[in-house]
């Protein structure tokens, strides 16, 4: 499974936009790329995934590069309810493939 | 919406005890999977099903056994535990197992093993 990088945490102040980065410099042309959140005690929740443009969702935004080694995660207007772990994963097409979830980046939302 | 529900959400089980997690699910998903969540470790994979009355191994398999009897149901059965087994357990679904399907979790069964 090609692999992806993400700081291991975040700061951003509430009501402030908010860039979760994420590298995958080793991403094959079918690989989908999807974000996941964990909040405290909760199990992962999906957020957004795209292939190669951009994508919006009530959520967030997806940002993806030219030539798809890295994305962005975009939340507009950040919360006290989007602290979290956030993960960044890459799914590839074809036949049965797991989800692989790192550490992921921890996102401390400051009042 | 229930989603994805498990049980039960807390359990403590002594070396050598047997217990089953369910896991149900009311979205009509072909998919179902349990992983565990051990800190530092991000998500494992356990068992997976691909449909009912199917299973198969996923990362760590071992001390684990699961049954897909009806669609909307997957249990995982630990026949003797073992206090390396204390760990978070989240079940997922998924519609298929196509690169764009997000899967969908439950809340977790927090287990103990003394």
């Known amino acids: 499974d090609a692999k992806t990088t993400q700081p291991n945490s975040m700061e951003s102040n509430e009501e402030e936009p908010v860039h979760l980065p994420c590298n995958h410099s080793?991403?094959?042309?079918?690989?989908?790329i999807h974000w996941y959140r964990q909040l405290p005690s909760q199990g992962p929740e999906y957020v957004i995934h795209?292939?190669?443009s951009n994508v919006n969702n009530r959520m967030a935004s997806l940002a993806i590069a030219e030539d798809r080694k890295s994305s962005t995660l975009i939340l507009h207007r950040a919360t006290l309810r989007d602290a979290a772990v956030y993960y960044c994963?890459?799914?590839?097409?074809?036949?049965?493939?797991?989800?692989?979830f790192g550490i992921g980046t921890k996102l401390q939302v400051i009042p | 919406n229930a989603g994805v529900t498990q049980t039960p959400k807390f359990r403590v089980l002594k070396t050598g005890q047997s217990m089953t997690l369910l896991c149900a699910q009311d979205?009509?998903?072909?998919?179902m999977y349990w992983y565990r969540q051990d800190p530092g470790m991000g998500l494992r994979l356990i068992h997976y099903s691909v449909g009912e009355g199917t299973t198969a191994k996923g990362e760590v398999p071992d001390g684990y056994n699961v049954s897909r009897l009806k669609k909307q149901n997957f249990l995982l059965g630990l026949e003797s535990a073992a206090p390396s087994q204390t760990s978070v357990y989240f079940c997922?679904?998924?519609?298929?197992?196509?690169?764009?399907?997000?899967?969908?979790f439950g809340d977790g069964t927090r287990l103990s093993i003394l």
């Open positions: 795209g292939l190669t």
């Open positions: 997922a679904s998924s519609y298929s197992s196509g690169a764009g399907q997000p899967q969908h």
């Open positions: 080793t991403i094959s042309g079918t690989d989908y």
């Open positions: 979205m009509n998903h072909e998919y």
């Open positions: 994963i890459l799914r590839a097409s074809g036949g049965y493939q797991k989800v692989t």
